[in-house]
C-alpha cells in the first residue's frame, strides 16, 4: 500500500511580523541583515572603501538606501570599530529648526546669496562631530581650537568653544549650534533689527570686503580647513532619513544643497568616509551649483528582479526556517512571485511587505501555506495600504493625493486623457462642495489642462503611459514626461487596482 504524504505546515511557526509592525521586515533596522543581504559588492563594498569616492547613495523609497548603512554599522560592529562611527539624525540636522525661524533672520531670508555661509557652518559643525570622538571631553575640543586659532584671538576662541558646547561640556544638537553661530554672525555682521539690514556682505569669494568684523567666521572656515590633516583615526559618518523632515521648500534645497558641498569638502581626507542615504526625487530638488563635480559621490541603488527574488528568498527561509527553494515552489504557489513583482514598484521593501501581507493572510485563515485566495486578499490590502503611503509620500507637493486617486475607483485599467479630465472636473465639484479647492488646486487645473494633470500622476507612479490604446503601458522617463499629449493613453499601475475596483 502505498505511503500517504503528510501535509507540512510551512506557517506553523506562525512568524510575527505583520504590517503594523515592520521593525521585523525593513532591512535597516536588522541586525540579521548580513546574514541574506545580497549583493554586497555592489554597494556596501562602495560604501565602505576609503578610496572609492561614492558618498551620496540615491534612489526611490524603500529600495534598501538605509540597509547599506545598516550594513556598514554591523561590519564595524563586527571589528570592534563601532566608536569611530558617527550617525546623524533627522533631529539633529538643523534645516527643519532653520524654516521655523526664518523669518527672524537676514541670513535665510536670502538662503540664495547665502550658500557659501551654510556651507561653512557644515563644515564646521561636521568638524566639531568629528572632533567629539577624537577627544571625548571639552577639554580635547579646547586644546584642538586652541592649536588652530592660537593665542591671538583668545576671546574669540572661548566664544566660539562656548558656542559649540555647555559650560559642563555637555553637547549641544547641530541644530543648536547653527542657530547660535548664526546669530554671532549677524550681530557681528552689523546686523540692525530696526532697519533689517547688515553690515556684512555676503559674498561666496570670502575675501571681498576686509574681515575684520568677522573673526568668528575666519575661526569657523580655520578649523573646518585645518582638521581633516589633524586626524588619528578614521571615520564613517552616516546621514539618513533626509526626507523625515523635508517639505520642499526653497531654504530647505539650499541649505541640503550647502551640506552636500561641505560632504564633498570634508570627503577629500580619506579619514572621513561619509554614507548618506536621500531619495532620488529630493536629491533631484535641492541647489547645487555644478551639479556634475558630485557624480563621483553619487551611487544610484538599483536591483534587478533576480536580485529582488533572492533577497526574499533568504530572508523568509530565515525567519520560517525553510530552505530557499522551498520559498517560492512550497511556501508560495509557483508563479506567485511573478505576481508579487507585477504589483509593486520592483522595491525590494515593496516585495518583501506584499509577500509577508500574504503570509500573516494564509495564517489568518489557518492555511499551510499561500494559496490563491490567501494572494488575492493580500493583493487588496496591500493595495489600499499603498495608495496611503503614496498620498503620505507626496503630502507636501499634491496634499490630499489619495482621496484624488480614490476618485478613479470603478474606471477601467486603462484610459485615455479624456478619463484624466473628467476625474478633474469631479474633484473640483468635490473640492468646491468640500472647501478644499486651494489644496487640490493641482488637480483641478486637470480639467482644463488633462495632461498637465497626467504628468503629476505619472510622475508620482500612479498612472503608466500608453502611447495609443494598443501600446504596452510603461514607466515614463523624465524625457517621456515632457512628450505627453492628449493622444496618450494612460493605464493605473498594477499596485493601485485592486483597491480601486478596476474594470
Given at each position: 500500500?502505498?505511503?500517504?504524504?503528510?501535509?507540512?505546515?510551512?506557517?506553523?511557526?506562525?512568524?510575527?511580523?505583520?504590517?503594523?509592525?515592520l521593525?521585523?521586515?525593513?532591512?535597516?533596522?536588522?541586525d540579521?541583515?548580513?546574514?541574506?543581504?545580497?549583493?554586497?559588492?555592489?554597494?556596501?563594498?562602495?560604501?565602505?572603501?576609503?578610496?572609492?569616492?561614492?558618498?551620496?547613495?540615491?534612489?526611490?523609497?524603500?529600495?534598501?538606501?538605509?540597509?547599506?548603512?545598516?550594513?556598514?554599522?554591523?561590519?564595524?560592529?563586527?571589528?570592534?570599530?563601532?566608536?569611530?562611527?558617527?550617525?546623524?539624525?533627522?533631529?539633529?540636522?538643523?534645516?527643519?529648526?532653520?524654516?521655523?525661524?526664518?523669518h527672524?533672520?537676514?541670513?535665510?531670508?536670502?538662503?540664495?546669496?547665502?550658500?557659501?555661509?551654510?556651507?561653512?557652518?557644515?563644515?564646521?559643525?561636521?568638524?566639531?562631530?568629528?572632533?567629539?570622538?577624537?577627544?571625548?571631553?571639552?577639554?580635547?575640543?579646547?586644546?584642538?581650537?586652541?592649536?588652530?586659532?592660537?593665542?591671538?584671538?583668545?576671546?574669540?576662541?572661548?566664544?566660539?568653544?562656548?558656542?559649540?558646547?555647555?559650560?559642563?561640556?555637555?553637547?549641544?544638537?547641530?541644530?543648536?549650534?547653527?542657530?547660535?553661530?548664526?546669530?554671532?554672525?549677524?550681530?557681528?555682521?552689523?546686523?540692525?533689527?530696526?532697519?533689517?539690514?547688515?553690515?556684512?556682505?555676503?559674498?561666496?569669494?570670502?575675501?571681498?570686503?576686509?574681515?575684520?568684523?568677522?573673526?568668528?567666521?575666519q575661526?569657523?572656515?580655520?578649523?573646518?580647513?585645518?582638521?581633516?590633516?589633524?586626524?588619528?583615526?578614521?571615520?564613517?559618518?552616516?546621514?539618513?532619513?533626509?526626507?523625515?523632515?523635508?517639505?520642499?521648500?526653497?531654504?530647505?534645497?539650499?541649505?541640503?544643497?550647502?551640506?552636500?558641498?561641505?560632504?564633498?569638502?570634508?570627503?577629500?581626507?580619506?579619514?572621513?568616509?561619509?554614507?548618506?542615504?536621500?531619495?532620488?526625487?529630493?536629491?533631484r530638488?535641492?541647489?547645487?551649483?555644478?551639479?556634475?563635480?558630485?557624480?563621483?559621490?553619487?551611487?544610484?541603488?538599483?536591483?534587478?528582479?533576480?536580485?529582488?527574488?533572492?533577497?526574499?528568498?533568504?530572508?523568509?527561509?530565515?525567519?520560517?526556517?525553510?530552505?530557499?527553494?522551498?520559498?517560492?515552489?512550497e511556501?508560495?504557489?509557483?508563479?506567485?512571485?511573478?505576481?508579487?513583482?507585477?504589483?509593486?514598484?520592483?522595491?525590494?521593501?515593496?516585495?518583501?511587505?506584499?509577500?509577508?501581507?500574504?503570509?500573516?493572510?494564509?495564517?489568518?485563515?489557518?492555511?499551510?501555506?499561500?494559496?490563491?485566495?490567501?494572494?488575492?486578499?493580500?493583493?487588496?490590502?496591500?493595495?489600499?495600504?499603498?495608495?496611503?503611503?503614496?498620498?503620505?509620500?507626496?503630502?507636501?507637493?499634491?496634499?490630499?493625493?489619495?482621496?484624488?486617486i480614490?476618485?478613479?475607483?470603478?474606471?477601467?485599467?486603462?484610459f485615455?486623457?479624456?478619463?484624466?479630465?473628467?476625474?478633474?472636473?469631479?474633484?473640483?465639484?468635490?473640492?468646491?462642495?468640500n472647501?478644499?479647492?486651494?489644496?487640490?488646486?493641482?488637480?483641478?487645473?486637470?480639467?482644463?489642462?488633462?495632461?498637465?494633470?497626467?504628468?503629476?500622476?505619472?510622475?508620482?507612479?500612479?498612472?503608466?503611459?500608453?502611447?495609443?490604446?494598443?501600446?504596452?503601458?510603461?514607466?515614463?522617463?523624465e524625457?517621456?514626461?515632457?512628450?505627453?499629449?492628449?493622444?496618450?493613453?494612460f493605464?493605473?499601475?498594477?499596485?493601485?487596482?485592486?483597491?480601486?475596483?478596476?474594470?
Amino acid at each position: 500500500m502505498a505511503k500517504i504524504r503528510k501535509e507540512r505546515n510551512y506557517l506553523m511557526f506562525r512568524p510575527d511580523f505583520s504590517n503594523g509592525d515592520l521593525d521585523h521586515v525593513v532591512a535597516e533596522r536588522d541586525d540579521l541583515l548580513a546574514h541574506y543581504y545580497v549583493g554586497k559588492e555592489r554597494f556596501v563594498t562602495r560604501a565602505a572603501s576609503r578610496d572609492d569616492q561614492a558618498s551620496i547613495f540615491v534612489g526611490p523609497k524603500g529600495v534598501g538606501k538605509s540597509a547599506i548603512l545598516q550594513m556598514i554599522r554591523l561590519d564595524e560592529r563586527s571589528h570592534g570599530d563601532a566608536a569611530r562611527l558617527i550617525e546623524i539624525s533627522p533631529d539633529d540636522l538643523a534645516f527643519n529648526a532653520l524654516v521655523n525661524i526664518q523669518h527672524r533672520t537676514p541670513i535665510l531670508d536670502h538662503a540664495a546669496q547665502n550658500t557659501w555661509l551654510f556651507t561653512s557652518l557644515w563644515d564646521y559643525v561636521l568638524c566639531v562631530e568629528i572632533l567629539r570622538r577624537e577627544d571625548s571631553d571639552r577639554s580635547g575640543v579646547g586644546v584642538f581650537l586652541e592649536k588652530v586659532i592660537g593665542t591671538k584671538y583668545e576671546a574669540e576662541r572661548r566664544r566660539l568653544l562656548n558656542l559649540t558646547l555647555a559650560d559642563d561640556g555637555t553637547q549641544s544638537t547641530m541644530t543648536d549650534k547653527m542657530l547660535a553661530l548664526i546669530s554671532a554672525i549677524e550681530i557681528e555682521g552689523g546686523y540692525d533689527e530696526g532697519k533689517g539690514s547688515m553690515r556684512l556682505e555676503m559674498s561666496n569669494t570670502h575675501g571681498s570686503r576686509k574681515t575684520e568684523d568677522l573673526k568668528l567666521l575666519q575661526l569657523i572656515n580655520n578649523v573646518a580647513r585645518q582638521l581633516p590633516a589633524n586626524l588619528r583615526h578614521e571615520y564613517y559618518i552616516l546621514i539618513d532619513d533626509l526626507d523625515l523632515h523635508w517639505t520642499g521648500s526653497e531654504l530647505q534645497n539650499y541649505f541640503l544643497g550647502a551640506m552636500f558641498l561641505s560632504i564633498r569638502k570634508l570627503s577629500r581626507s580619506r579619514n572621513v568616509k561619509f554614507v548618506v542615504a536621500i531619495r532620488k526625487n529630493i536629491y533631484r530638488q535641492i541647489h547645487l551649483d555644478e551639479r556634475d563635480k558630485f557624480s563621483d559621490l553619487v551611487c544610484e541603488v538599483t536591483w534587478t528582479k533576480d536580485d529582488v527574488k533572492k533577497m526574499v528568498e533568504r530572508r523568509l527561509a530565515m525567519i520560517l526556517s525553510v530552505t530557499e527553494n522551498e520559498v517560492w515552489t512550497e511556501l508560495f504557489q509557483p508563479g506567485f512571485f511573478e505576481l508579487i513583482w507585477s504589483h509593486t514598484d520592483e522595491t525590494p521593501r515593496a516585495v518583501i511587505r506584499l509577500a509577508v501581507t500574504a503570509i500573516n493572510t494564509a495564517i489568518r485563515n489557518s492555511h499551510l501555506r499561500v494559496d490563491q485566495s490567501d494572494m488575492q486578499e493580500a493583493l487588496r490590502e496591500f493595495s489600499d495600504d499603498r495608495i496611503s503611503d503614496l498620498a503620505d509620500l507626496h503630502r507636501y507637493a499634491y496634499p490630499l493625493l489619495g482621496l484624488v486617486i480614490r476618485e478613479f475607483r470603478g474606471q477601467t485599467k486603462e484610459f485615455p486623457a479624456d478619463v484624466v479630465q473628467e476625474v478633474a472636473f469631479r474633484i473640483a465639484e468635490m473640492a468646491r462642495k468640500n472647501m478644499t479647492e486651494p489644496k487640490l488646486s493641482w488637480a483641478i487645473q486637470g480639467f482644463e489642462e488633462p495632461v498637465l494633470f497626467a504628468r503629476i500622476l505619472v510622475a508620482c507612479g500612479f498612472l503608466k503611459v500608453k502611447e495609443h490604446r494598443t501600446a504596452m503601458a510603461r514607466i515614463a522617463s523624465e524625457d517621456q514626461l515632457e512628450k505627453l499629449s492628449p493622444q496618450n493613453w494612460f493605464a493605473v499601475h498594477p499596485t493601485y487596482v485592486p483597491a480601486l475596483d478596476l474594470k
